[in-house]
């Protein structure tokens, strides 16, 4: 199995830079990491000295399919890494152990993910934090927190305060938007305001028609003969109503 699966090409193939398995109590049955330079897996102490030992949320799973993800600060850098609980292929066994995969977060990761959503990223270490970066620090108390700062006359600037798996802050997360999307997205909200508005105001303006032509008029008509008979005691004078509605049903009756 390790000479089939356990190889450059799976690291390649699956993006990855590090592949653990451990026993529950953090015992490495396996690891190893991709030397991107070489191509080649090669060990990695440093990565397994920081992970597998007992009781750390990647190693100690205690439910079958049970799956712990999340950012983690490592000596490489910022890695992004999953676990998931090693069972019966049915889930129903004990858990035996965990596989743990990992892939570090370089510029072109940041880059790659830049591209795809189309907005200006940056992943800073707390370490790692730009001068121009770090007032931001003082708006954020916790992780998950978010401010944006709208000082910068052409772009928006955001930030957020990342957690790793322990749910303390590892890393600033910084945020850049044009102006220009936002003006696009203002002047999208605003149309969609003005559609609703006068949608609305077409629709009572039928309403009023409606109501015009079925109530409203006929009860005017029917009130101008009731005062002009009141007025010429002619009780012989008929009104000419079509319809089936009680207003014109009265206005023949009369």
């Known amino acids: 199995y390790e000479a089939a699966n356990l190889i450059p090409e799976t690291f390649q193939n699956l993006k990855l830079d590090l592949l653990l398995i451990t026993r529950s109590?953090?015992?490495?049955l396996w690891g190893g990491r991709l030397d991107t330079e070489g191509g080649v897996v090669v060990a990695a102490p440093e990565l397994v000295e920081a992970i597998a030992r007992?009781?750390?949320p990647l190693v100690s799973h205690t439910q079958p399919g049970a799956r712990v993800g999340g950012?983690?600060?490592t000596p490489l850098g910022l890695m992004l890494v999953g676990s998931a609980a090693i069972?019966?292929?049915?889930q129903r066994g004990a858990v035996r152990g965990a596989v743990i995969m990992g892939r570090l977060l370089r510029e072109e990761v940041i880059a790659e993910l830049a591209e795809r959503t189309r907005v200006q990223v940056q992943?800073?270490?707390?370490?790692?934090?730009p001068a121009v970066d770090?007032?931001?620090l003082p708006r954020l108390t916790a992780a998950g927190a978010t401010w944006s700062d709208a000082s910068l006359p052409d772009r928006l600037r955001s930030y957020a305060l990342v957690p790793d798996i322990f749910g303390a802050p590892v890393a600033l997360l910084r945020a850049e938007l044009p102006r220009v999307v936002m003006q696009r997205a203002t002047q999208a909200a605003n149309l969609a305001t003005a559609?609703?508005?006068a949608g609305g105001a077409a629709t009572?303006?039928?309403?009023?028609?409606v109501l015009a032509r079925t109530i409203l008029r006929p009860l005017s008509r029917l009130t101008a003969h009731t005062l002009r008979v009141g007025a010429t005691d002619d009780l012989r004078s008929r009104i000419a109503m079509t319809g089936s509605d009680e207003i014109s049903v009265l206005a023949r009756e009369f």
């Open 54 to 56: 007992p009781q750390h």
């Open 25 to 28: 109590d953090g015992t490495l």
């Open 134 to 136: 770090r007032d931001a």
């Open 87 to 90: 069972t019966t292929s049915d």
């Open 195 to 197: 559609i609703t508005i």
């Open 123 to 129: 992943l800073f270490a707390r370490d790692l934090i």
């Open 71 to 73: 950012l983690l600060a």
């Open 204 to 209: 009572l303006w039928v309403m009023w028609l």
